[in-house]
């Protein structure tokens, strides 16, 4: 299983503080059937900061302490970008860090509580460049909580879409919970991420959203977000859903 959004660095953000918290989390991912996890700091959203040639050097360090333990977990490069709007000249200085090795995809967060007014332009462009965003947890949003048809324009233009697991297992509470699976219902999250920042309250529950997503839609939809997910990592073309408007 492929995992495409954690905080498992040590030291960088909000997820493991130390080595220890990411060797724990490290063995809860295995125990979840994950084999490949993507490392994904936050990076500038006027916090923390965490340019590409940074992460790179956290994923080789943390890779070889899990390859000394006998540890199968494969650490992928990445980032949870926060949407500015120097994101652009930030992708020129070779800050940012894609899904894929091709710079096809890359996570992008919105603020907690807004849509940012550039947002679509910004991706305009983005996609203009061969770049692909991909919103992460829009159902946490509380834009798109209280009208979650404003994503349909951004799935228009061809932008992805990543829920995160615990909010559709009901970590986050049942309002997230309930947009999760009335935006599923309507095919607007593409694929599932953990997310994990720990081992306590946002830790890896891959295993019980694909679960709780097959009883939405199917093993069809499970299968379709699992090859999505190795898609992004690849830099292939996606299959996106046929998404409908919430009535």
């Known amino acids: 299983m492929i995992d495409l959004h954690s905080h498992i660095l040590p030291g960088v953000d909000d997820g493991a503080q130390t080595l220890e918290d990411s060797l724990e989390m490290a063995r809860k991912a295995i125990s979840q059937g994950i084999t490949h996890l993507m490392c994904t700091p936050h990076h500038n959203n006027g916090k923390y900061n965490n340019p590409a040639e940074k992460v790179i050097q956290g994923v080789a360090d943390l890779q070889k302490e899990l390859d000394q333990r006998g540890l199968e977990l494969t650490l992928l490069e990445g980032q949870e970008v926060r949407l500015t709007e120097f994101l652009l000249s ?67 233009m061809g932008t992805l879409t990543q829920l995160t697991a615990p909010s559709i297992v009901g970590i986050f509470g049942s309002e997230i919970q309930q ?19 720990n081992l306590r309250h946002r830790t890896f529950l891959m295993k019980e959203a694909y679960e709780k997503i097959e009883k939405i839609g199917g093993k069809e939809m499970v299968a379709a977000m699992q090859q999505m997910a190795k898609d992004l990592v690849n830099g292939d073309s996606v299959v996106r859903p046929n998404y409908r408007a919430i009535k």
């Open 90 to 156: 930030a992708i020129k200085r070779d800050e940012i860090l894609f899904t894929d090795l091709d710079n096809t995809y890359l996570l992008i967060e919105f603020p907690t509580n807004e849509i940012p007014i550039y947002a679509e332009q910004m991706f305009y462009h983005l996609l203009n460049q061969g770049h692909v965003p991909v919103i992460v947890h829009p159902e946490r949003n509380a834009v798109f909580r209280e009208e979650p048809n404003r994503l349909i324009s951004f799935l228009e």
């Open 179 to 197: 947009t999760a699976e009335l935006m599923l219902e309507h095919n607007m999250l593409y694929m599932v991420a953990s997310d994990a920042h």
